[in-house]
């Protein structure tokens, strides 16, 4: 450690800002490293389908218990630069393919893990780089060849990969019924665009609601809008709907500019509020001119709307989320209007039932059976709010499981059978290579293999024999050989259905790769002074916080 103070003619001179902190070289390095490996060491007991869960309790007292990576990660208030590199990647895991993000965590902290030993052996950072580059560029190649291609108007198919990824979460137990719904929820709302199919999960809605069992959770052919009908005068179920979906109010809005009004008589002030009703009734009478039973807006309604609207027969929701608004005109086909004087007959959307019900303790509104939905709800049910917030990372992954698939419908063995062929594969060829990057390929192969072993860790088995099992047999031909976890045995993948799909993993070892080599070329940390308001005290309190969620994690 230096602080930037250099000694020129025996004066010294100082280049950095007073209190900055300088550190270089190999113990820059060592640092990174090892916060690298305290987070990935941290998450690898979660991997699996039998990793444990982590308990995380914020600043405010809220619990979260999950064994999602990403859910842990984001949880988590760390502090050392380097740790949050390793989060970015994951959260970047979780947007682009929503799954993988504990594996790809761990590959990168024995990536740094390994490195660290050529580093000591006096390998330079650039040579180890160059050689995981061209590792993680073969192992790609690799898992193209060995990838399998499915079909995705299968749905039995999707459901299989969908099933694996809902196996390593709390809802596991659900994860056939679970993964039934999320595959006919992406079937309704995947659109094919010539020869490619483009699932958006933004038309496909999670509701969640305490109460019954997971085994409750249901696929509603529209949306559920977590609101009441708004007058209790109004029908509370309509067959046969048509629906008005607006942005615009059913009040009378107040001017942006300031106004007085002058009254001189009673029969002013009667005249003044007339014409307000006679407004709000004009367009409850425009509504009910072009067929709307059902009204759903966005803004406000007005008692005195509300009135007209109940006498006309029409059930109408305010305040809808906007999210919700475009879901329910994907849904029922229907426009969404701006101006009440210009809806059409054709604006309208249509739905076989409109009903508000009682859904635990609160009241929901049903818009379902539409003839041609876009967009659909999965109501989640659930015992506890901790299951249900599980529940819907679970269920998310799933989805996007199922995306991945629609994007590239090809599949892979899990249960670490593909990190051990690309391993075998990594090592036959790394052999052949000229010079010290031989040295780094090599280590990149033991890397993907620290993937079964903790596998076979978690489920209890001894690593060490099964790592030795499945050499054998992935040297004997048998590259679907992995660890099932459940039978505690090594077992052939393809045959149990344990599958992932090919973008999820490939996408693994790219962001594991990448990460490690953003950290291995940083040879030089410069940490500015802290601000002398508070700023001293902030971080420890912020490093205390760490301290006691990296506790609480493990």
């Known amino acids: 450690m230096s602080s930037g103070t250099q000694q020129r003619g025996g004066l010294p001179v100082m280049v950095l800002k007073e209190g900055s902190q300088r550190t270089t070289g190999a113990d820059a390095r060592r640092s990174n490293i090892m916060a690298a490996k305290v987070i990935a060491e941290i998450l690898s007991t979660s991997l699996g389908p039998r990793g444990m869960d982590k308990m995380l309790i914020d600043a405010f007292g809220d619990v979260t218990i999950t064994g999602d990576g990403a859910a842990i990660l984001k949880e988590m208030e760390v502090q050392h630069p380097a740790a949050k590199l390793l989060i970015e990647v994951a959260k970047a895991q979780d947007a682009e393919v929503g799954d993988g993000t504990t594996t790809a965590v761990v590959l990168a902290g024995r990536l740094l893990e390994l490195a660290e030993e050529l580093l000591d052996e006096g390998i330079h950072p650039t040579i180890i780089i160059d050689g995981y580059k061209k590792a993680m560029d073969y192992a790609i190649q690799v898992a193209n060849e060995i990838a399998k291609p499915i079909n995705v108007e299968d749905k039995n198919q999707l459901a299989l990969v969908a099933m694996n990824s809902l196996s390593s979460k709390i809802v596991a137990e659900a994860r056939d019924y679970l993964a039934k719904i999320a595959v006919d929820a992406s079937a309704i709302a995947v659109e094919k665009v010539g020869d490619k199919y483009n699932l958006d999960l933004d038309w496909i809605k999670i509701e969640k609601k305490k109460g019954q069992s997971l085994f409750e959770t249901q696929l509603i052919q529209g ?328 506790k609480s994690s493990e």
Not at 294 to 299: A, F, G, L, P, S
Not at 348 to 354: D, E, F, I, K, Q
Not at 475 to 501: C, H, Q, R, T, Y
């Open 223 to 550: 949306i559920v809008l977590d609101k009441e009908v708004v007058h209790p005068g109004m029908p509370k179920r309509v067959v046969n709907a048509k629906i008005a979906v607006l942005d615009a109010p059913l009040e009378i809005e107040k001017p942006e500019w300031t106004t007085k009004i002058s009254v001189s008589s009673p029969q002013q002030i009667k005249a003044f509020l007339e014409e307000e009703s006679n407004i709000l009734k004009s367009y409850v009478d425009k509504l009910a001119e072009i067929g709307a039973n059902v009204v759903i807006t966005q803004k406000g309604i007005d008692e005195v709307a509300q009135h007209y609207l109940a006498k006309k027969g029409i059930l109408a929701v305010r305040r809808v989320k906007r999210s919700d608004i475009e879901k329910l005109a994907k849904a029922t086909g229907a426009k969404i209007v701006t101006s009440i004087k210009d809806i059409k007959p054709e604006d309208l959307g249509t739905a076989g039932l409109v009903e508000e019900r009682k859904v635990g303790e609160e009241k929901m509104v049903f818009v379902e059976q539409c003839p041609n939905p876009r967009a659909v709800t999965i109501l989640l049910r659930g015992a506890a709010d901790r299951i249900l917030d599980e529940a819907e990372r679970s269920m998310q992954d799933a989805l996007h499981v199922i995306r991945d698939l629609y994007r590239d419908p090809r599949i892979v063995p899990g249960g670490g059978a593909f990190e051990m062929e690309i391993a075998r594969r990594l090592r036959d060829w790394g052999r052949k290579l000229p010079g010290k990057e031989q040295l780094a390929v090599l280590k990149f192969a033991e890397a993907l293999e620290h993937i079964p072993t903790i596998l076979a860790l978690t489920a209890g088995l001894d690593p060490v024999d099964a790592i030795a099992e499945l050499r054998k047999r992935h040297d004997a031909g048998e590259f679907d050989a992995g660890v099932d976890v459940l039978s505690g045995k090594v077992e052939n993948m393809a045959k149990i259905n344990v599958v992932d799909p090919l973008l999820v993993k490939t996408n693994v070892i790219r962001s594991a790769a990448e990460a490690a080599i953003m950290i291995l070329r940083i040879d030089d940390i410069v940490a500015a002074a802290q601000t002398k308001t508070g700023g001293t005290s902030k971080s420890k309190s912020e490093s205390g916080g760490e301290e006691g969620e990296s």
